[in-house]
């Protein structure tokens, strides 16, 4: 394959949506930067065609398990999140007035804004899982006990991938049994 990246960031879905067993109607945040996955720094050299693939390959796999995606926007929107309105509406986040772009949000978001059913833009989230491509942090929308998952991809053309799932908080103490 030409752009290994492709077939890269949609196996990491993937395998990451299986790690964490994710199920129907759960939320997979994903941050992506285009210039890192480019070998640029971060933020220095978007791509439109390179977020749009990336998009389009990890959008395919959770449309396939029933996952919703969550794309995050750059720090310049706040690390907003893109997401479909049913998503939004069935988790209860707010829909703020902002539309991503290349220089605004970032590639990667900007094509979700487009390629997703029914967009909107939120402020927060609180996602079961998440991928974070070319370490854009997007730690604060998971929830609140995120577990690092090592997948065999470790990174997502020259950017570096670090994901993570979560799981319920342990409560009660040498008395409380887990499942």
């Known amino acids: 394959m030409e752009k290994e990246y492709i077939q890269q960031a949609a196996d990491a879905a993937k395998e990451l949506m299986e790690t964490a067993d994710m199920k129907p109607g759960q939320i997979l945040v994903v941050g992506c930067s ?3 996955v480019e070998s640029y720094r971060l933020g220095t050299h978007s791509s439109e065609e390179t977020g749009k693939e990336i998009f389009d390959a990890i959008y395919a796999e959770t449309q396939k398990r029933g996952v919703f995606l969550a794309a995050q926007c750059c720090e310049h929107l706040n690390r907003a999140l893109v997401l479909e309105r049913e998503a939004a509406d069935r988790y209860g986040y707010e829909p703020v007035s902002v539309v991503p772009w290349k220089k605004g949000g970032g590639a990667f978001a900007t094509a979700a804004f487009y390629g997703m059913k029914d967009t909107v833009v939120v402020e927060h989230i609180r996602a079961h899982a998440g991928m974070d491509i070319g370490d854009v942090l997007i ?3 998971l929830r609140d006990v995120a ?3 090592r997948l065999s991809i470790s990174s ?3 950017a570096h991938l670090v994901c993570a799932r979560t799981r319920p908080k342990y409560i009660g103490g040498e008395r409380a049994h887990y499942e």
């Open 156 to 158: 997502v053309g020259n």
């Open 139 to 141: 730690g604060m929308h």
């Open 147 to 149: 577990v690092p998952v």
């Open 34 to 36: 285009s210039s890192e």
